[in-house]
T-cell receptor, first 114, second 110 residues
Framework: EAQVTQNPRYLITVTGKKLTVTCSQNMNHEYMSWYRQDPGLGLRQIYYSMNVEVTDKGDVPEGYKVSRKEKRNFPLILESPSPNQTSLYFC?????????????FGSGTRLTVV | AQRVTQPEKLLSVFKGAPVELKCNYSYSGSPELFWYVQYSRQRLQLLLRHISRESIKGFTADLNKGETSFHLKKPFAQEEDSAMYYCALSDIQGAQKLVFGQGTRLTINP
């Protein structure tokens, strides 16, 4: 089954403790992206990657890092989490080809930083 | 800059009534528009692409370039349509970055 898999689904952590949220897709998609979803703000892009070893900042990159060493994986790293990073995070992937079929999303990771 | 506006955060209609979720965008180029739906505790799913002009689950959306709108419509709402709906825009020439609106929570009352 074609899908985007995120882990973990739920995570509670303390301020300053480094964490990684994993994202993996099995569709051979070139494009991958991380979004955070907050009430009243919709989805805002954190980072994206157009292919292996190619990453770029989205609209809200502060406090986050990513890497794209393999095509299928795009982990999101919070080096020193803070409470304002408490949010629902979604990973998504897309083919670079045309027509544009839009994104396939993961199930989400609900992160709470205390 | 690309921008998507969904003016209604909440929308409530009765079962069987018509429903329209508004979406307006600002973009100087040629955009591709999408509607995504998020049912309770589920991931976002693609509902419609303007380029395909298809009808999914009875929903349709027409791109109006003059009014820069992409409203989502359904003639007869069903209870299972209750969900969060997001309008999104992508640059037709670019890296397929999606810019999302703030979302509209649709509730269908029995």
């Amino acid at each position: 089954e074609a899908q985007v898999t995120q882990n973990p689904r739920y995570l509670i952590t303390v301020t300053g403790k480094k964490l990684t949220v994993t994202c993996s897709q099995n569709m051979n998609h070139e494009y991958m992206s991380w979004y955070r979803q907050d009430p009243g703000l919709g989805l805002r892009q954190i980072y994206y990657s157009m292919n292996v070893e190619v990453t770029d900042k989205g609209d809200v990159p502060e406090g986050y890092k990513v890497s794209r060493k393999e095509k299928r994986n795009f982990p999101l790293i919070l080096e020193s989490p803070s409470p304002n990073q408490t949010s629902l995070y979604f990973c998504a992937s897309s083919s670079q080809g045309k027509p544009n079929y839009g994104y396939t999303f993961g199930s989400g990771t609900r992160l709470t930083v205390v | 800059a690309q921008r998507v506006t969904q003016p209604e955060k909440l929308l409530s209609v009765f079962k069987g009534a018509p429903v329209e979720l508004k979406c307006n965008y600002s973009y100087s180029g040629s955009p591709e528009l999408f509607w995504y739906v998020q049912y309770s505790r589920q991931r976002l799913q693609l509902l419609l692409r303007h380029i395909s002009r298809e009808s999914i689950k009875g929903f349709t959306a027409d791109l109006n370039k003059g009014e820069t709108s992409f409203h989502l419509k359904k003639p007869f709402a069903q209870e299972e349509d209750s969900a969060m709906y997001y309008c999104a825009l992508s640059d037709i020439q670019g890296a397929q970055k999606l810019v999302f609106g703030q979302g509209t929570r649709l509730t269908i009352n029995p």
